[in-house]
């Protein structure tokens, strides 16, 4: 048993990087905002964030969060969760909005 704790505690250190996301660049920002993953959105300007609810599928839930990040203004946005709600049918769904990062100010 003291010969196994060194490797399991070694295997257990080792298989926490694979939970590691590297950074990554989001897409070139369009007329509509986008979705990104939350590993494209370490550079980027937090601008708030929405939520909607609707009575439908997960899908709907989804296109709101879309239609509600355009009239928004945001560039991109992250889908943090889509649940049903107690009432069979209806989607509760939140989002962060994202815009282009702000550039450093300060040396010319």
Do not use: H
């Amino acid at each position: 048993m003291r010969r196994l704790l060194p490797l399991l505690f070694t295997l257990l250190l080792a298989s926490c990087s694979q939970f590691k996301t590297p950074p990554e660049p989001p897409p070139p920002a369009g007329p509509k905002a986008q979705e990104i993953t939350r590993a494209q959105s370490t550079a980027l300007n937090r601008l708030g964030t929405i939520s909607v609810t609707v009575r439908g599928s997960p899908d709907d839930a989804e296109r709101a969060i879309a239609d509600k990040a355009n009239a928004a203004g945001a560039t991109w946005y992250v889908i943090q969760m889509v649940s049903e709600t107690v009432m069979p049918g209806n989607w509760y769904s939140t989002a962060i909005l994202y815009g282009p990062s702000v550039p450093a100010t300060g040396a010319k």
